[in-house]
């Protein structure tokens, strides 16, 4: 029985601990839901190998099991290796829309816009701009939203064929996006 609360307690501790992890903690992990500190950008082709022009397009989406409008976005570089070709559900307000991550911030701008969403221990997201519009955002700056991963749809599916520039097609991305 002691054995029992001792080992309860414990796990209620470790529990505790990685919850408050912030996000930027080189020892944490990606966490999948939370805040996210969203910035405005307009571009054509996306790392991924896709043309962001083509956006928003409807892709299946497991959680659901039905197709969602999907729109392009972008995450910091850092985060590139876990967030590649997810789909992220983001909520302003009472608006909801979805994200595919196809592109890295990676220019001075989004140093900055990241050294900001590291002191908010928020995730930076770079919306193009159809995504920005679809939540209603107003002028583009910086906003506080919500996100959380509902799945993800690789290169190797059919809805991103659609998207995709014929290099993107053929395989010529950046390794990290492969």
Known sequence: MMFRRV??????LVCAATLCAPLHDAAAKYI???KALVTHFTGSVGAGGVALKRY?????????????????GAVYTSFVSQL???VLELKAGSKR???????????????????????????????YRSAWRSLGLGKPG????????????TR?????WCVMTPDGRKGYVPRRWK
Request: glycine content about 4%.
């Open 84 to 86: 590649k070709y997810s």
């Open 56 to 72: 928003p397009t409807a892709m299946w989406i497991p959680r659901f099991q039905k197709k969602k409008r999907v729109y392009p």
């Open 7 to 12: 080992l309860k307690s414990i796990s209620l």
């Open 97 to 127: 829309s979805y994200v595919h991550i196809v592109d890295e911030c990676a220019d001075g701008d989004c140093h900055k816009n990241n050294r900001q969403a590291k002191k908010k221990n928020a995730l930076l997201i770079d919306l």
């Open 32 to 34: 999948p839901r939370g």
């Open 142 to 153: 910086i906003k506080m939203i919500r996100y959380r991963k509902v799945g993800t749809v």
């Open 156 to 160: 190797k599916n059919r809805a991103m």
